[in-house]
């Protein structure tokens, strides 16, 4: 079911890649339609996450294929230059769509996972679906600009997702009393991810991994270079800490909107 | 087969390249991009050319092996010292005014049109920053000489 809203997905991004003419420099769209079937006041909560955040300037009706969605059209530069002019971030903010977050949260929930830890979070969008899912989330963010940003998007749309400043890889993660937590990195294995994953994952103890999961963002773009073990840039870090792969999932992200490969989640365990 | 002389002429064109690229370069207040990596891309050719050839010149001809220093020369003399040094100053000082005017522009509501006009500014910022890292990999290389 979860696989098939990706597929779903994947197609109506291709649609609308066809009709984009905007000049954005991220976009985005959520159906309005119910014939994308997720919970009406889900998808109320996903536009509210849209038109609550400043990163999107502008938005309008389009109807793609057969289904009335919202083109949501952003602008994230400015994090960008303060994530480089602090040198804080491992890898520069480029978000997932913020219903690929949804459905990837969706399929932590199907996983029977309890909480969701959003590793690189941005703003928030992965902590914030996996919280309307009736899951504990949590945000952990490095930079603060981004963070605010997170608090704002929270007050303003009244779901507590549970930002953080902090490193990720120095946070301690046994105040959070996690029963069973899946913990998604953000960045690809090539911009930043693998070292950032590798210093959570060094962190946790024997009794933590029984009960963890692990997703991880991969691409399968030449652009970025293979890693010789596969599973999109992840191989080598899943063989090294002995994960195995419990399945995958393929969605659109901002930065995929020009890719014919979209995104591949990961969902890994020890 | 490539004869000594195919060789050499080949050597004669490609440097003559470079110093067009020389010359160009310092007639221009500011080179766009692709000058400047089409100048870098030119003398990494050329470097590879000469340790490629050395060896050759060196058992076979005089007049190649001449040819070989004299473009050593240039590059050391008129690229490395000169023209390398000013373009890494020219992309340093050009992502400091960049980075300035985009920070003080970054307050307030803007309209859809001056949000996309920025962004044309940050796509300009980004490719001056990745310009500078090529260019600070010759410097790498030029460091480990």
């Known amino acids: 079911m979860i696989e098939e809203l990706g597929k779903n997905l994947v197609e109506l991004k291709k649609e609308f890649v066809k009709i984009y003419d905007g000049k954005s420099q991220i976009q985005e769209i959520i159906p309005k339609s119910k014939l994308f079937p997720i919970e009406e006041s889900h998808l109320e909560l996903l536009h509210q996450f849209a038109t609550k955040n400043p990163i999107y300037y502008n938005s309008f009706k389009k109807q793609i294929g057969s289904v009335d969605c919202v083109v949501y059209e952003g602008d994230i530069n400015k994090y960008w230059l303060n994530s480089i002019q602090h040198g804080a971030s491992r890898a520069p903010f480029s978000p997932t769509w913020i219903l690929s977050a949804y459905l990837s949260s969706l399929f932590a929930k199907s996983l029977g996972y309890k909480q969701v830890i959003d590793i690189g979070s941005g703003d928030g969008r992965i902590a914030y679906c996996a919280k309307i899912l009736g899951l504990e989330s949590y945000s952990i963010e490095i930079d603060e600009m981004l963070v605010n940003l997170q608090n704002s998007i929270s007050e303003s749309v009244d779901v507590n997702f549970n930002p953080y400043c902090s490193d990720a890889i120095t946070f301690d993660y046994s105040t959070l009393d996690l029963t069973h937590p899946v913990f998604f990195i953000g960045g690809l294995a090539q911009m930043g991810g693998v070292s950032l994953a590798t210093g959570i994952l060094e962190n946790f103890s024997s009794a933590q991994k029984q009960t963890t999961g692990m997703v991880f963002a991969g691409t399968v773009s030449q652009k970025y270079t293979p890693d010789p073990i596969g599973v999109s840039g992840w191989g080598t870090l899943i063989e090294k800490f002995s994960l195995q792969v419990i399945d995958t999932i393929i969605l659109p992200t901002v930065w995929t909107f020009k890719e014919s490969d979209d995104t591949h989640y990961i969902f890994t365990k020890f | ?145």
């Open chain 2, 1 to 145: 087969m490539t004869s000594a002389e195919d060789v050499s002429q080949m050597f004669n064109s490609e440097s003559q390249k470079l110093e067009s690229l020389f010359d160009a370069a310092d007639s221009k207040i500011d080179m766009n991009i692709h000058e400047i990596v089409e100048t870098y891309y030119q003398v990494m050719n050329i470097s590879s050319m000469v340790t490629m050839l050395k060896q050759q010149a060196e058992s076979e001809s005089n007049e190649l092996m001449e040819k070989i220093q004299e473009t050593k020369k240039l590059i050391s003399q008129r690229f490395d010292t000169v023209i390398h040094p000013r373009i890494l100053e020219k992309l340093s000082s050009s992502i400091q005014k960049l980075t300035k005017n985009l920070q003080s522009e970054n307050s307030g509501e803007k309209s859809k049109e001056q949000i996309e006009l920025d962004a044309k500014l940050f796509d300009e910022l980004r490719q001056t920053m990745s310009t500078k890292e090529f260019v600070e990999q010759y410097e790498n290389g030029l460091s480990h000489d």
